[in-house]
C-alpha cells in the first residue's frame, strides 16, 4: 500500500464503502420525527422522491427536521464505526450517510436496539484507489475502470465522463503499478503542458467541483453550457483545475 499524503492519494490496496439504507426514512422511523400519517405518505413516494417531500416539510411544518435527520443519521454512523472497532487510522472519509474505511468492510452492520429497529447499513462498493481533492473524493478501480464520485451530483458527473475521470483512471492505473510510476508522471506532466497551453478538449476547463461550470475572466460569471464557441476558449479561467487538481497530482509526484 502506498499513500501520498500531499494530495491525498492512496493506491494498492482496498477501500470498503458502506453505505446507510434508505438513511432518511429510516432515521425518521426511528427517532419518530414524523406522524403515522406521514411516515405512510413517505413509504409510499418513490425512494428518488422522498428527500424533496422531506424538504417540503422542513421547510413548510417542521424546520428542524432536516437538522435532526442528520444527527440522527451521524449517530448511526459512529455507532458503526464503535461497533466494528474501527480506529480513526482506517476512516478514509465520511460522507454524510456513508463510511469509506480502508479495509475489509465491516461485519456488524445493524440495527442496533440502542439506535431502533430501521438504521442499518450495507456493504456497497469496494475500491482500490483514491483521491481526494478539495471538497470531493474520487474512488476507483483503475484496472476495471470503475469509479466513483463524491461531491458531484450523478447529472454533472457525467460532463466530466470522458475527460478528468478517464484522464484519473489512466492516472490511478500507472501510479498503481511499479513498473509505470514513471508513466504516471509523464502523463501528469505532459498534461499540464497541453492544458495550461489550452490543447486540450475544453470540456477540461468545466470546474472538476459540484457547480461544474465554466468560468469566464472577463465578467463576474459563470455559466452552464455542454459547448462553447471555439472562439471564446482563451476567455475561460483555467485557474481552477489547475490549481486543485493538476497541481496536486504534480507535487505528489515530486
Not at 427536521?65 to 480506529?87: D, H, P, Q, R
Not at 463510511?99 to 440495527?111: C, E, N, R
Not at 498503481?176 to 492544458?195: G, H, P, R, V
Request: with cysteine; aromatic share 10%; hydrophobic share 40%.
Amino acid at each position: 500500500m502506498k499513500i501520498i499524503e500531499s494530495a491525498k492519494i492512496l493506491v494498492g490496496t482496498r477501500i470498503s464503502e458502506i453505505d446507510m439504507i434508505d438513511a432518511g426514512t429510516s432515521t425518521i422511523k426511528d427517532l419518530k420525527l414524523l406522524s403515522p400519517s406521514e411516515i405512510s405518505i413517505l413509504n409510499s413516494i418513490p425512494k428518488k422522491e422522498r428527500s424533496k417531500y422531506i424538504g417540503l416539510l422542513t421547510k413548510n411544518k417542521y424546520k428542524t427536521l432536516a437538522k435532526k435527520v442528520t444527527e440522527g443519521i451521524k449517530e448511526a454512523v459512529t455507532l458503526l464505526l464503535k461497533k466494528n472497532n474501527i480506529e480513526q487510522h482506517s476512516i478514509l472519509t465520511i460522507r454524510r450517510d456513508a463510511a469509506f474505511i480502508i479495509g475489509p468492510p465491516p461485519l456488524d452492520l445493524g440495527p442496533w436496539p440502542e439506535l431502533g429497529l430501521h438504521r442499518r447499513f450495507r456493504n456497497a462498493s469496494t475500491y482500490s484507489s483514491s483521491v481526494t481533492f478539495k471538497h470531493l473524493e474520487f474512488l476507483a478501480n483503475p484496472d476495471k475502470r470503475t469509479f466513483s464520485l463524491k461531491g458531484i451530483s450523478d447529472e454533472n458527473t457525467l460532463l466530466h465522463k470522458d475527460y478528468f475521470i478517464e484522464f484519473l483512471l489512466d492516472f490511478l492505473f500507472l501510479l498503481s503499478n511499479k513498473q509505470t510510476e514513471k508513466e504516471a508522471y509523464l502523463l501528469i506532466k505532459e498534461f499540464k503542458k497541453d492544458y495550461c497551453s489550452r490543447k486540450t478538449p475544453m470540456e477540461f476547463f468545466r470546474t472538476f467541483n459540484a457547480e461544474s461550470k465554466f468560468l469566464l475572466y472577463d465578467k463576474d460569471l459563470a455559466f452552464y453550457l455542454g459547448n462553447i464557441n471555439l472562439k471564446n476558449k482563451n476567455d475561460i479561467n483555467i485557474a481552477y483545475n489547475f490549481n486543485t487538481i493538476i497541481l496536486p497530482l504534480i507535487n505528489a509526484l515530486l
